[in-house]
C-alpha cells in the first residue's frame, strides 16, 4: 500500500491540516513554504499523522489567503515551485504520509484569466454574468459591462455550473449542461489530473455545496460530485475526495469520501461541532447565540447534540452504501481554536482524547498538538476578517517551534514567520520544550495516535456504544473499549462493569471503586479520561 493509496484506509487515518504561510520557513522570507513542510516530514511521522492537508499554495493575489486563485496549474512563489511540491509528496510517500491540496472548486480570484477573458467577452460563459444589474452581483469591469455574481468576497467571481432552476425571467440561469458549466466540469477534472500527477492523494474541496445554484436539496450537485467520484475511482484509484460541505449526513451520499462536521452547515448551521468545542471566545457569530460547550470547564453543556448528528449521519452513509467516513476537527483555518479564551491546554486534553476515539476521521490543526492558543488582538491579514466579532487571523499565528536542536525533526529552529506575529505570551507551549516531556499535551496525542492505529476498535467501521452524554460523556467502542471524559472542573462518576480489572491504555485524573454486587464506579477528577480496555 503506497501512501498514495488512501481511499482504501481512510478509517483509520489522522488527518492533520497545515496553513502553509504559517508552518515552517525554509528561505528565510518569514514566510512558510513547502521546503519548509518538506523539512518537517520527520516531526510529522514522529507524531504519526497520515495525511496532511494543505490550505491553497496557488498563485493568488491573497485578498482572501489564497482561496481567490489566479492559476490553479501553478505553486504561488511565496511557497516555493512545482517542484518542490513534487518533492514534498514523493518525501511524504517515503514516510507513509498521504498529501492533500486544497481545491476551490467553487469560484476563481477576479485576477484570473478566465474571469479577465469573461469580463471582455458576452460570448464566454465559464462565469455566471447577468446584463441587467441583480441583488447580489457585483458590477462588471470588462467590456462586457454588466454584473457578475461571487461566491464568497467581492474579489471571488463564482465558476458557472449552471443553475437547478430555471426561470425565462432571469437568463443569467443556465442549464446545468450548458456549454460554461460543462467546461468547468471539465476544468475540474483537469485540474485534478494535473496535480495527481505530481503524487498528490486527493483533495480537500472548499465550499463543496456551492457550486450549482439553486438546487434544493443539493439534488444536482450530488449529481455533479457523482460525476467527479466515478471518473476519480475509474481514473485514479485511491485518490480521494474530501469535502468542505459541513453536513456528512448529506456530503458523503453526495459522492465524498469523508466531510467534516464544522462550525458551519446543515440545517443546525454547524451546532453539533460547535456544541462540543466552541465557548464564545476567538471567532465568534452573533447568531449563533449562547450555546454552552461541551469541552468547557463549567459543566454546563452536553454532548448529545453531537451523538445525534453523527448518528444520523453514520446511518445516512451506511444506507447509501459505497462507504464514507464521519470527519471530526480539532479546529481549524476559519474556526477558534481548542484553546481559548478560559480554555486552556490541560483543559483541552480531554477534547483531543475524545477526537482520537471516536468513530470519525480526526483532522488535527497545526499546533493544536501543542496547545496553540486563538491569540486575540492579531492583526487582520488577507481577508482574515468575516465581521467586527469573527477575525480567523487568531486561529493563523506562525507554528511554535521553539528552540529545537537541529536534527531533532529537521533543520531546528527555523526562521521566525512574519506572515503573522507570534503568540506574545511568554509562556506559549513550543515543541521543543514539550518533545521531551512526556507528560506534555504532545505526548498525550502522539500516544493516542499510536493507540488509534494499533487498536482496531477505533476503527470508524467499530461500533459505539454511548453510555452517557454529559458529564463524564462514556461510550465503549468495539464492545470492551470504554472511553469516559470529564472536561468540566467538578468531578464526575459512572457505573461501568469491569472497570475494576480493566487495562488502562490513556488515562489521568481517574480511579476505580469496585463493585460489591453491583457494578463498578469509575470516578474522575476535574479534566480527567480514561481509555480502559475492558477486555483484559
Not at 520 to 536: I, S
Request: net charge negative; with cysteine.
Amino acid at each position: 500500500m503506497t501512501a498514495v493509496d488512501l481511499a482504501s484506509r481512510l478509517g483509520r487515518t489522522v488527518l492533520y491540516q497545515i496553513y502553509p504561510q504559517s508552518y515552517a520557513d525554509a528561505n528565510g522570507d518569514g514566510i512558510g513554504d513547502l521546503a519548509g513542510i518538506a523539512g518537517r516530514l520527520d516531526y510529522l511521522a514522529w507524531l504519526g499523522v497520515d495525511a496532511i492537508w494543505l490550505s491553497p499554495c496557488f498563485v493568488s493575489p491573497f485578498a482572501d489567503a489564497g482561496y481567490d486563485v489566479a492559476d490553479f496549474m501553478t505553486v504561488a512563489p511565496r511557497y516555493g515551485t512545482n517542484e518542490d511540491m513534487a518533492r514534498l509528496t514523493e518525501e511524504a510517500g517515503r514516510r507513509g504520509i498521504s498529501v492533500l491540496l486544497d481545491l476551490v472548486a467553487g469560484h476563481t480570484s477576479d485576477q484570473h484569466p478566465w474571469f479577465r477573458a469573461s469580463a471582455d467577452d458576452p460570448d464566454d460563459h465559464r462565469f455566471v454574468w447577468s446584463d441587467v444589474p441583480v441583488e447580489g452581483f457585483e458590477p462588471g469591469r470588462g467590456a462586457r459591462g454588466g454584473y457578475y455574481r461571487p461566491n464568497f468576497f467581492p474579489i471571488q467571481p463564482a465558476l458557472n455550473y449552471g443553475y437547478a432552476r430555471l426561470d425565462p425571467a432571469e437568463p443569467w440561469r443556465q442549464p446545468v449542461d450548458a456549454p460554461g458549466p460543462l467546461a468547468n466540469r471539465a476544468a475540474l477534472r483537469e485540474i485534478m489530473a494535473h496535480w495527481f500527477g505530481l503524487g498528490v492523494a486527493g483533495f480537500r474541496v472548499d465550499m463543496a455545496s456551492s457550486l450549482v445554484k439553486d438546487d434544493p436539496g443539493h439534488v444536482e450537485t450530488a449529481k455533479l460530485w457523482h460525476e467527479m467520484r466515478a471518473w476519480l475511482d475509474r481514473d485514479f484509484p485511491g485518490r480521494v475526495l474530501i469535502s468542505e460541505w459541513g453536513n456528512p449526513r448529506v456530503a458523503v451520499p453526495a459522492g465524498f469520501h469523508a466531510d467534516f462536521f464544522l462550525q458551519f452547515g446543515g440545517d443546525d448551521d454547524g451546532l453539533p461541532l460547535r456544541s462540543l468545542w466552541n465557548n464564545g471566545a476567538g471567532t465568534v457569530n452573533p447568531s449563533w447565540g449562547e450555546v454552552p460547550a461541551w469541552a468547557d470547564d463549567s459543566g454546563a453543556g452536553e454532548a448529545a447534540t453531537f451523538v445525534r448528528a453523527w448518528q444520523a449521519a453514520a446511518d445516512a452513509i451506511a444506507a447509501d452504501g459505497r462507504g464514507g467516513v464521519v470527519g471530526l476537527p480539532t479546529s481549524n483555518h476559519d474556526f477558534t481554536r481548542l484553546v481559548a479564551g478560559a480554555r486552556d491546554a490541560e483543559q483541552a486534553r480531554v477534547a483531543h482524547v475524545l477526537t482520537m476515539t471516536w468513530p470519525a476521521m480526526p483532522s488535527i490543526y497545526y499546533g493544536d498538538e501543542i496547545g496553540m492558543r486563538y491569540v486575540p488582538g492579531t492583526p487582520t491579514l488577507e481577508g482574515s476578517r468575516l465581521s467586527p466579532t469573527y477575525d480567523r487571523a487568531g486561529s493563523r499565528t506562525p507554528m511554535q517551534w521553539g528552540d529545537l536542536p537541529a536534527e531533532t525533526f529537521g533543520p531546528g529552529a527555523p526562521a521566525p514567520s512574519t506572515y503573522l506575529p507570534q503568540d506574545p505570551d511568554p509562556d506559549r507551549p513550543t515543541v521543543a520544550d514539550q518533545v521531551g516531556d512526556d507528560d506534555s499535551l504532545l505526548h498525550l496525542v502522539r500516544e493516542l495516535i499510536t493507540l488509534r492505529h494499533g487498536d482496531h476498535r477505533l476503527d470508524v467501521a467499530s461500533p459505539v456504544e454511548v453510555l452517557a452524554t454529559g458529564y463524564p460523556f462514556a461510550y465503549v467502542r468495539g464492545g470492551n473499549l470504554a472511553v469516559v471524559l470529564n472536561p468540566g472542573r467538578s468531578a464526575a462518576s459512572l457505573p461501568l462493569d469491569g472497570a475494576a480489572g480493566a487495562q488502562e491504555l490513556v488515562t489521568r485524573g481517574y480511579h476505580v471503586e469496585a463493585g460489591e454486587g453491583g457494578p463498578d464506579v469509575v470516578h474522575l477528577a476535574g479534566h480527567g479520561y480514561a481509555v480502559l480496555d475492558l477486555a483484559r
